[in-house]
């Protein structure tokens, strides 16, 4: 079963994480599952960027982005080439280290 090894954020995971998950599974689902709670404003139907991620390694092992994802992720918080929405981004097989980003475009939180 393949891990995601979450590096810590201040205030989602401050020690980090490592969770074991089933492939198929969205990296959101992952998360907010493993008590990880990533903002997913728009219910993680690809209309927001708030679960941005980086994918620090395993990038590749990821199926390609369609187009709507592409054109939110413009508009995403501190944008890398291994940026993704975790809500489209699907585990295979393969390890993941993956880095929630310090801000997202909502200016306030439901949380908070």
Not at 21 to 38: F, K, M, Q, R, Y
Not at 97 to 106: A, D, F, G, H, S
Request: hydrophobic fraction near 40%.
């Amino acid at each position: 079963m393949p891990q995601i090894v979450v590096l810590p954020h201040a205030v989602l995971c401050p020690d980090g994480a490592v969770l074991e998950v089933e492939p198929g599974t969205s990296i959101c689902d992952a998360l907010l599952e493993n008590e990880i709670d990533i903002e997913h404003a728009c219910e993680k139907s690809c209309a927001c960027t708030t679960c941005h991620i980086v994918v620090r390694e395993g990038f590749e092992t990821l199926g390609d982005a369609d187009e709507i994802e592409e054109d939110l992720l413009d508009k995403a918080w501190g944008l890398e080439p291994t940026s993704r929405l975790s809500c489209q981004a699907i585990v295979a097989d393969e390890d993941l280290v993956v880095e929630i980003p310090k801000y997202t475009i909502n200016h306030a939180s439901e949380r908070h």
